[in-house]
């Protein structure tokens, strides 16, 4: 069983960055993409972009281009999310998601990032 | 402009049957991609329902069907019950954006 694994909670100042990881266990990373999307409180999901594990190459959302980097690495099962120049709008829980035909099929149990002065 | 849109709610009494639609356009549904849905409960992340239009992953009841017809789709669920009552949303891919897209999410009452 596929099981994907995200670290904790973390609360940031405006402007700075937050890194946030997801590791996998129970499948083969390498061989999926695995999506990242997040959901600002009491509002839908977004998708930012994800990463071919395989491939090693990210395709962002435009709305994201130029503030965020996904990374995967393959000998720990682990990709990580980074987003910069965060701005209380940024304020939300982001999942990572393993991508299989276009669909997502397992998810991360959530990774609340809180964006405050 | 690239959007999916659904109904912000919808809601049915125990047993009855409820239908959430999905707009798209012809750079998403209407161009031939697959529609996905999805289930949140509250506080919880969301679990895949329906895969590539009308597939359910396995364990998700028959209650739930998937359809899909020109640029819309459509999730069905019968013999509604209390443990329905959720957020669903649908998601597909899209060819302007070179990426996914998820509908703004509908909140399922059940009376």
């Known amino acids: 069983q596929v099981q994907l694994v995200q670290s904790g909670a973390e609360v940031k100042k405006p402007g700075s960055s937050v890194k946030v990881s997801c590791k996998a266990s129970?499948?083969?990373?390498?061989?999926?993409?695995l999506g990242w999307v997040r959901q600002a409180p009491g509002q839908g999901l977004e998708w930012m972009g994800g990463?071919?594990?395989?491939?090693?190459?990210?395709n962002y959302a435009q709305k994201f281009q130029g503030r965020v980097t996904m990374t995967a690495d393959k000998p720990t099962n682990t990709a990580y999310m980074d987003l910069s120049s965060l701005r209380s709008e940024d304020t939300a829980v982001y999942y990572c998601?393993?991508?299989?035909?276009?669909?997502?099929?397992?998810w991360g149990q959530g990774t609340l990032v809180t964006v405050s002065s | 402009q690239s959007v999916l849109t659904q109904p912000p709610s919808v809601s049915g009494a125990p047993g009855q049957r409820v239908t959430i639609s999905c707009t798209g356009s012809?750079?998403?549904?209407?161009?031939?991609?697959?529609v996905h849905w999805y289930q949140q409960l509250p506080g919880t992340a969301p679990k895949l329902l329906i895969y590539?239009?009308?597939n359910r992953p396995s364990g998700v009841p028959d209650r739930f069907s998937g359809s899909k017809s020109g640029t819309s789709a459509s999730l069905a669920i019968t013999g509604l019950q209390a443990e329905d009552e959720a957020d669903y949303y649908c998601?597909?891919?899209?060819?302007?954006?070179?990426?996914?897209?998820f509908g703004g999410g509908t909140k399922l009452t059940v009376l």
């Open positions: 998601a393993r991508k299989r035909a276009g669909h997502f099929d397992y």
């Open positions: 990463i071919i594990p395989f491939l090693g190459t990210p």
């Open positions: 012809s750079s998403n549904i209407g161009a031939g991609y697959d």
């Open positions: 998601q597909s891919y899209d060819s302007s954006l070179s990426g996914s897209l």
């Open positions: 590539g239009n009308t």
């Open positions: 129970g499948g083969t990373f390498s061989s999926f993409g």
